[in-house]
């Protein structure tokens, strides 16, 4: 079988940082000074511009694909790329020093890709390549043989819930929308994704829009829509260009417009730009932000489902939730109730990231335990640290300790022990992260992005960051911790909305299984991971300084002194335990205790 | 204010009209247009659609997203996700502001060359921390490699 | 109709009833701040929350329709531990003015920090200072004592209809201006500041006078327009001191600027106590008695009449006069002068 050559790039996010587009271009111009573009070959080797594969601490990724072989290569710059087109397309030996190892194999073999199983595969920027893997045949079937309430009822046994955070039986939500008498409904796809240290979302549209397109459909049917919205991020560039392109081309096609394949019902769907607001990603808040107001939180009941957008019902999910659809569809609901744990089927696109070796978008059963995803997927922590906990669900979620390890990730799990599974962000940390600088961070990040309507939220997490940020920087007075936990109880039990809400999780998290970090700030001012600086001394190593001076340059108050290539001092009494000598010495001579 | 102004406007007033856009898609035209938001641009258009100017400002002002004052030629920003913050996004903030002399309550270089911003996550944790400069993505950045690549910027014209 | 049960009592209700509402019609008294049955239900301040059986959190009572087999507790330890942080919580970040402050005796903040016994603050931190002087001649505005209640937002939307202040910035930060922080510019009806519920919006002719101790209040009807709008007076001595108008009137407790700021009139010195005639044409007016004034009057009509007739006569009354004061102009016009030559600025 001979399909010629195909030479794929990683043009994801992380791929074009890390010099993808440059790699791509070097491959084209190879290929002409090496006069492929002469040669019978031509027409078949392309270049693919394909969407996060999940291993972005490699890129650039690169297959080369000659007579149906695939090679990948890892870490591919542009200056390499003349070595490839010689040796390997040229002279069919592929470059084993530069391919992926074992590591990058366990990686992907401990996952059940389905989701994610196109990404990488397919161009996003092709409908014909998304058609070649069958895709719209789902909606096609759904729209021309099924009733409406009969895809509800394929997704209600489907088990699928909603992966935006709350974990809401998908098909049970359709349901209440579809029962409400209405002459115009509405269906919305939440890819505001504000949630720090998440990429799923952005990934799925920049790799394989089609799916969330293709499960809108699907969606907006079951439920009686003729009006979509995407509201996505605007900070994602490249996830929206890709979005509104494979928007014209389903239009061009037919799929999206008037009297989809033939029947009677119709869809348009626009894409919303969020304006940078966290609080956006809430329901009624992203409502409030189409309708074009300040994305300020509604209460609840009335629910969205039964008044919404514009007062009208209204379905919001998530890109993963949207993504999964086609597949029910195609495959049946017992096939994907077939993976997972009880409560929880299917598969969790997960954002690996923090202080581990494989650090990418993975894709696993529910309740695969946590050590497997860690030390398996993950590979383990980086650097040969010990692991200290597991963030998950970003600034509504928890830190999960050590304890816990064999904890299976589904949502009932991580509910367990007073996290969530939120979107699907999983940080690890390691023993150089400080519990309550960590939860300091997040309180951070919520009360900044706090809408300020309610009390409990716009004062309450206020106070809790100054209590956080008394207690770093060791100011901590006795009773603080039963303060933090009484207020962080109230705020999670009068606020508004979700994100007042589960603001205080991750202090109460912490609280619970960190205890001693706090009270080692309070009691005897000092962080044991020492990352707070002010609860730091820093000093200098006599016999690893060179005398250098770049630590006393730093110093903006003037407390390092010494002679040139003689070891430096620093005066203790006037440092502010700023950090930067520690930042500007290369030879590790200042320490920190 | 003067005649292209209005001319601009004017067209983003249909533009937004044809496709029934809502106030934070008109502020998101304004602002691509002109970089930042004129208090007279808003005044126009609250006259032109009889909408109060309060609900112009409150959507302004709730969006991090609007700018008020123009800003600089180059924009700098830090990611402050969670896995840039574990990976170092602080110290770069600090090593940035140095670097381009801004006080503490300064965000635009005197010369509006820069524009220091920051980000929660833009979603390339896996090559974090993360530096933006206009639209190019720097990774596994640290407070040395940042004033080195922001001397490419410096120098340009 | 729907029927629920509140802390043990059975209530009906209508279809779309708040349980805040079905609450009321029981006479359970449930602390609010941000609501006001007038406007559109908030749902911010969170002290209106209740336990519902089977909802997992406390919900807000303002903003929850009531459902037929609803238990509702509005009373319990958890509901009071709550309640109690959120107005520790305002308090936090709200000036200790009250001594000096022109809301005391009409703030529901005051009202809650005694309800709720906070003589000390679990919370202490950085205030908003949001404090700047609005230049403007009605309204004095102190957003550092303001709540976010937004009452004064909903009601300048929904009732006037005008738009002037609006909420801007977000989280701690938040707060009530107008656009891009201009001094408020707007028909000053002051309806904002009625619904105020602390000292952050007031009247500037109140400043400094007598705030609820030894005031007498009066109510009686607004003389300046047909409207008639209920008001009530607030005087100390023979000095009005403040009006403002009552939610259960029939205008609703609404009322313009001249009926809420138009009273320094009353007591001024420029006021007319008595008739003037002006007796030689370019010369002085005159102070007269009432007999004089309609003598001069019924002789100087009756003088065009004979001379010119009856339609060279006009007669144009004023909507401050009584309505039983108008009827008789019109008929003094029609009937007795004999023209049809009458108007009045809410039209006969
Ligand atoms: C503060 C806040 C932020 C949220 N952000 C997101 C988000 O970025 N993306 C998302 O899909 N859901 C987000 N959610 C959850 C949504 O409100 C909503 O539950 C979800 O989109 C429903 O879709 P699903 O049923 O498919 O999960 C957020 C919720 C809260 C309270
Ligand atoms: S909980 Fe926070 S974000 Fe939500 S409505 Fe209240 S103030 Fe706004
Ligand atoms: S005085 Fe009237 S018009 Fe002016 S802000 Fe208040 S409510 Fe609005
Ligand atoms: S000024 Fe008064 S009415 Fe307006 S939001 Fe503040 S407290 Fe409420
Ligand atoms: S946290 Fe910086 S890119 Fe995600
Ligand atoms: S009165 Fe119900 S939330 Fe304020």
């Known amino acids: 079988m001979n399909d010629g050559i195909v030479v794929n790039v990683c043009m994801g996010t992380g791929g074009i940082a890390a010099g993808g587009d440059m790699v791509m271009q070097e491959f084209i111009k190879e290929f002409e000074t090496a006069g492929v573009k002469n040669a019978t070959v031509k027409e078949k080797c392309r270049l693919h511009k394909v969407g996060c594969r999940g291993f972005c601490a490699r890129d650039v990724l690169v297959d080369i694909t000659v007579d149906g072989q695939v090679s990948t290569y890892q870490y591919i710059q542009p200056e390499m790329v003349k070595r490839l087109v010689q040796e390997h397309v040229l002279g069919a030996k592929p470059i084993t020093e530069w391919l992926v190892g074992d590591d990058y194999h366990v990686f992907h073999d401990n996952q059940t890709k389905r989701v994610l199983a196109d990404l990488g595969k397919i161009d996003p920027e092709s409908i014909e390549e998304y058609l070649g893997v069958d895709g719209y045949k789902a909606a096609e079937k759904t729209l021309t043989t099924m009733k409406p309430e009969e895809v509800i009822q394929v997704v209600k046994d489907s088990g699928l819930r909603g992966r935006g955070g709350g974990g809401f039986p998908t098909g049970v939500k359709w349901s209440f929308c579809a029962a409400n008498k209405a002459d115009q409904r509405y269906i919305i796809c939440n890819a505001d994704e504000g949630d720090p240290g998440a990429f799923m979302d952005r990934s799925v549209v920049e790799g394989n829009p089609h799916a969330v397109i293709e499960g809108m459909i699907i969606g907006a049917y079951a439920i009686g829509a003729s009006v979509g919205y995407v509201y996505i991020r605007a900070e994602y560039p490249l996830a929206v260009d890709r979005l509104r392109l494979a928007l014209k081309h389903a239009e061009e096609r037919g799929f999206l417009g008037k009297k989809l394949f033939g029947t009677d019902f119709s869809l348009k769907i626009k894409v919303k730009l969020g304006a940078g607001a966290f609080v956006c990603g809430e329901e009624t808040a992203l409502i409030a932000s189409i309708e074009g107001e300040r994305g300020m939180p509604r209460a609840k009941p009335p629910f969205p489902a039964n008044k919404g957008l514009w007062g009208k019902p209204t379905i919001i999910n998530n890109v993963e939730t949207f993504a999964n659809i086609p597949q029910i569809m195609n495959k049946g609901a017992a096939w994907y109730a077939s993976i997972g744990s009880e409560k929880s089927k299917g598969t969790k696109v997960i954002a690996l990231t923090g202080k581990i070796k494989n650090t990418g978008l993975i894709e696993i059963p529910m309740g695969m335990p946590l050590k497997d995803i860690i030390f398996k997927v993950g590979g383990g922590i980086e650097g040969n640290k010990l692991f200290k906990a597991v963030q998950t669900g970003g600034p509504s979620g928890g830190c999960i300790p050590q304890q816990f390890i064999d904890l299976p990730v589904d949502y009932e799990g991580l509910a367990s022990v007073g996290s969530m599974m939120g979107s699907g962000g999983m940080v690890v940390l390691d023993e150089t992260d400080c519990m309550v600088n960590i939860s300091k961070f997040f309180l951070q990040f919520t009360q900044s992005e706090s809408c300020g309507k309610c009390v409990p939220c716009r004062i309450g997490t206020k106070r809790l960051l100054e209590i956080l940020t008394r207690i770093t920087e060791g100011e901590g007075k006795e009773g603080d911790i039963e303060l933090l936990q009484q207020l962080a109880e109230d705020v999670r039990d009068s606020s508004l909305c979700g994100l007042g809400m589960s603001a205080p999780n991750p202090v109460i998290s912490t609280i619970k299984y960190f205890r001693h970090e706090y009270e080692a700030h309070i009691k005897h001012k000092k962080c044991p991971a020492k990352v707070c600086n002010k609860l730091l001394t820093f000093f200098i190593r006599e016999d690893m300084c060179v005398g250098c001076g770049m630590c006393a340059k730093a110093c903006s108050v003037n407390a390092i002194s010494g002679e040139k290539k003689q070891p430096h001092k620093i005066n203790n009494s006037m440092c502010i335990q700023c950090g930067s000598c520690f930042d500007a010495c290369k030879f590790s001579a200042v320490l920190k205790e | ?157 | 109709m729907i029927n629920l049960t509140i802390d043990d009592k059975q209530i009906e209700v209508a279809e779309g009833a708040t349980v805040l509402e079905a609450a009321r019609k029981l006479n359970i008294d449930i602390p609010t701040l941000c609501h006001d049955p007038r406007l559109k239900p908030y749902g911010a301040c969170r002290l209106c929350i209740v336990e519902i059986g089977g909802m997992a959190k406390p919900v807000t009572s303002c903003t929850t329709p009531a459902t037929n087999g609803m238990v509702v507790k509005t009373n319990t330890a958890k509901l009071y531990r709550l309640r109690k942080t959120t107005v520790e919580l305002l308090l936090s970040d709200h000036p200790n003015d009250c001594m000096t402050c022109i809301g005391t005796g009409d703030c529901k903040l005051q009202e809650l920090a005694y309800a709720y016994g906070i003589r000390e603050n679990r919370f202490q931190g950085a205030m908003r200072d949001h404090n700047r002087v609005d230049v403007n001649p009605f309204i004095t505005r102190e957003q550092n004592k303001c709540v976010m209640c937004g009452l004064c937002v909903r009601v300048c939307e929904e009732v006037q209809g005008v738009g002037a202040i609006g909420y801007a910035e977000r989280g701690f930060e938040a707060k009530v201006i107008p656009p891009f922080g201009h001094d408020l510019k707007c028909e000053f009806c002051g309806q904002c500041v009625s619904v105020c519920p602390t000292g952050a919006l007031s009247g500037r002719l109140w400043s400094g006078k007598p705030r609820m101790a030894g005031v007498k209040f009066t109510d009686t009807t607004c003389t300046y327009c047909g409207c008639g709008c209920n008001i009530t007076l607030r005087s100390t001595g023979d000095q009005v001191i403040r009006i403002d108008s009552k939610p259960d009137s029939h205008n609703r407790g609404w009322l313009c600027v001249k009926g809420r700021f138009g009273f320094e009139f009353i007591n001024s010195a420029d006021r007319l106590t008595t008739p003037l005639i002006r007796r030689q044409k370019g010369g002085e007016f005159e102070q007269a008695t009432w007999d004089e004034a309609y003598d001069y009057v019924a002789k100087r009509l009756s003088e065009i009449k004979d001379k010119h007739g009856a339609d060279a006569l006009g007669g144009l009354c004023s909507a401050r006069c009584t309505n039983e004061e108008n009827y008789l102009f019109q008929k003094m016009f029609r009937a007795r002068i004999g023209t049809n030559n009458v108007d009045h600025c809410a039209r006969y």
């Open chain 2, 1 to 157: 204010m003067d005649k292209q102004m209005t001319e601009t406007l004017e067209a983003i007033y249909s533009r937004c009209v044809a496709n029934e856009d809502n106030i934070i898609t008109v502020l998101q035209e304004i602002q691509h247009e002109f970089g930042y938001i004129q208090e007279e641009a808003v005044n126009w258009f609250s006259a032109r659609t009889n909408i109060p100017p309060s609900k112009y400002y409150g959507v302004i002002t709730f969006y991090s997203q609007f700018h008020q004052k123009p800003r600089g030629k180059n924009i700098v920003t830090v990611c402050c996700g969670t896995v840039c913050h574990v990976k170092g996004a602080p110290r770069i903030i600090s090593k940035v502001r140095e670097d381009l002399k801004l006080k503490d309550d300064q965000d635009t270089t005197r010369d509006m060359a820069f524009t220091l911003e920051h980000v929660n996550c833009v979603g390339a944790c896996s090559i974090a921390p993360v530096v933006l400069v206009n639209e190019k993505v720097f990774g596994k950045q640290t407070p040395s490699k940042i004033v080195n690549n922001l001397k490419a910027y410096k120098d340009k014209p």
